[in-house]
C-alpha cells in the first residue's frame, strides 16, 4: 500500500449546472450537498461565491456546516484567480472557508481567450495576489487551478505551481478541460509537476475523448506514484461541460475495484451505499435520465439474459460481477402507489400534507409548526417546480431555518 490518500472533491454543484440547458435548484444543490456529506466525499465545489443568485443557497449551506449537518464536507467556492473576486467573495460569504482559484494557462487560452491581454508574468502575478488575498481572509484551504493544463507546457505548469506554493496554495488543480490527455500522457504529465513541484494535485478531467475517468485515476496515481496526495474531481453521473466530467461512482470504484488500484492506492473513506440514492436524485433533479449501461447505477448494471451468463451469475455472483449490487445501495424494492395518491406541492392544503408528512414519518410539534412547514413545502414545489420528494420534505422540517434562505432567490 502506497502511504498517500486519494481525496475526492465533487464539482457537480459547478461544472454540473454550468452545462448547457442543464442547473439545478438551489434546494437541489443543497440536498447534493448533505448526500456526498453521507458518502463522506471529502469536498464539495458547492457554487460560485460572486454569482448574486448563489449568496443566500452559499450562506445557508455554509451555515448547516457550522451546525453539524454538513458535519465533515468541506464547502469550497470556485472563483477566479482575481484579486477582486477574492474580496468579493469574502465580503459576500464571510464563513467562506476553502477555494479554488481559477485562471488559464494555456498559450490558446492566453491568445485566444484573453486577446493578449495578459502576459505569462501577469498570471502568474494574478495568481499569487490572489492566494494571498485569500489568506489575508482566512481561507483554511487554497486551490490554484489551471484552467487548460493538458495543453500547457510543462515548465510553464511547474512555474505556475511554484509560484502558487509559495504564496501558500494547498494544491494544484490540474484541469483537463477539453479532456485532451490520455491515461499515459496524463500520467507522465502529472508525475513529473508533483516531483518537481511537491504540491499535492487535483485533477480536474472530461469526457470529450470518453476518458475521463481513466484520466482521472491515472493523474491521481501520478501524484501519489510522486508521494503527494492526490484529489479527484467528479460529478454525479458524470454531467458538466460538453460531454462531461468523471463520474462519481465510476470514480470511486475504479480506484477501489481495478486490478492496478485494489489493495495498492489508498482512497478515502467512502460510504459507496448511498450510490444509488445519490444517481437517482441527480437524474431527477437534472432531469437527465441515467443510460442503461452506466456502471452501478444504470437499470443493466447488474442484469443477466444470456445462457451462459445468467447460468454463472446464478451460480455464483462473482463469475459475472465484480462487485456485489449492495455495495451501491441496491437491492431493495422501490414502493409506487398504484392507487389513491396524495402529494404535497404548492397549492397543498394541511390536511394533504399531513398524510404525505405521516407516510414519511414525520412529527410536528403542534399545528402552527405544521402549518409553517407547509408553507415552506409549498414554496419548495415551486422553486424546484418538480414532486417534492421525501429527503427534501425531511431536510425543510428538520432546517427551516436554513430552507427558506436556500429557497430564498430575489434578483
Ligand atoms: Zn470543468
Redo the contacts with the bound molecule.
Keep these: 500500500m502506497v502511504k498517500n490518500t486519494i481525496y475526492i472533491i465533487d464539482?457537480t454543484n459547478r461544472?454540473g449546472v454550468?452545462t448547457s440547458e442543464l442547473g439545478l435548484a438551489k434546494l437541489e444543490k443543497t440536498i447534493l450537498n448533505l448526500y456526498l456529506n453521507a458518502m463522506g466525499v471529502f469536498q464539495s465545489e458547492f457554487g460560485f461565491p460572486v454569482t448574486k443568485h448563489e449568496t443566500n443557497y452559499l450562506n445557508a449551506n455554509l451555515e448547516l456546516a457550522e451546525i453539524g449537518a454538513l458535519k465533515h464536507i468541506r464547502l469550497g467556492g470556485w472563483l477566479r484567480a482575481m484579486k477582486v473576486d477574492v474580496e468579493e467573495s469574502f465580503r459576500l460569504l464571510p464563513k467562506l472557508k476553502h477555494v479554488n482559484l481559477s485562471i488559464s494557462t494555456s498559450r490558446q487560452m492566453l491568445k485566444g481567450k484573453f486577446g493578449g491581454k495578459f502576459s505569462w508574468a501577469d498570471i502568474i502575478n494574478m495568481t499569487c495576489e490572489a492566494v494571498d488575498a485569500a489568506r489575508e481572509h482566512g481561507a483554511e484551504s487554497i486551490g490554484a487551478n489551471a484552467e487548460d493544463a493538458s495543453r500547457t507546457e510543462l515548465e510553464r505548469l511547474i512555474e505556475f505551481a511554484e509560484a502558487a506554493k509559495r504564496h501558500g496554495a494547498d494544491r494544484i488543480r490540474y484541469?483537463d478541460?477539453l479532456g485532451y490527455d490520455d491515461p499515459f500522457t496524463i500520467y507522465e504529465r502529472v508525475k513529473a509537476l508533483a516531483e518537481a513541484v511537491n504540491v499535492p494535485i487535483e485533477l480536474?478531467c472530461?469526457n470529450d475523448l470518453g476518458m475521463a475517468v481513466a484520466c482521472s485515476v491515472a493523474g491521481a496515481r501520478a501524484a501519489i506514484d510522486a508521494g503527494v496526495d492526490a484529489y479527484v474531481?467528479t460529478t454525479v453521473n458524470g454531467l458538466?461541460?460538453r460531454a462531461g466530467?468523471a463520474d462519481l461512482v465510476s470514480t470511486i470504484l475504479a480506484i477501489k475495484k481495478s486490478s492496478g488500484f485494489e489493495h495498492k492506492y489508498h482512497l478515502q473513506d467512502m460510504d459507496l451505499s448511498y450510490a444509488w440514492r445519490i444517481c437517482k436524485y441527480a437524474s431527477l433533479s437534472f432531469r437527465v435520465p441515467i443510460p442503461i449501461n452506466q456502471p452501478a447505477v444504470g437499470d443493466n448494471a447488474f442484469a443477466h439474459e444470456s445462457g451462459i451468463h445468467a447460468d454463472g451469475a446464478l451460480k455464483d455472483s462473482r463469475n459475472y460481477e465484480l462487485y456485489h449490487y449492495t455495495e451501491v445501495g441496491r437491492g431493495h424494492i422501490e414502493h409506487i402507489e398504484t392507487g389513491r395518491l396524495i402529494t404535497a406541492g404548492e397549492y397543498s392544503g394541511i390536511k394533504g400534507f399531513k398524510n404525505v408528512a405521516g407516510k414519511y414519518e414525520l412529527e410536528f410539534r403542534d399545528e402552527e409548526e405544521a402549518r409553517e412547514i407547509l408553507e415552506l413545502v409549498r414554496y419548495a414545489n415551486v422553486h424546484t417546480q418538480k414532486p417534492v420528494t421525501e429527503d427534501e420534505m425531511k431536510f425543510i422540517a428538520k432546517y427551516p431555518e436554513q430552507a427558506r434562505k436556500v429557497m430564498s432567490v430575489q434578483p
Design positions: 464539482v461544472d454550468q484541469c478541460t480536474h472530461h474531481n458538466g461541460e466530467n
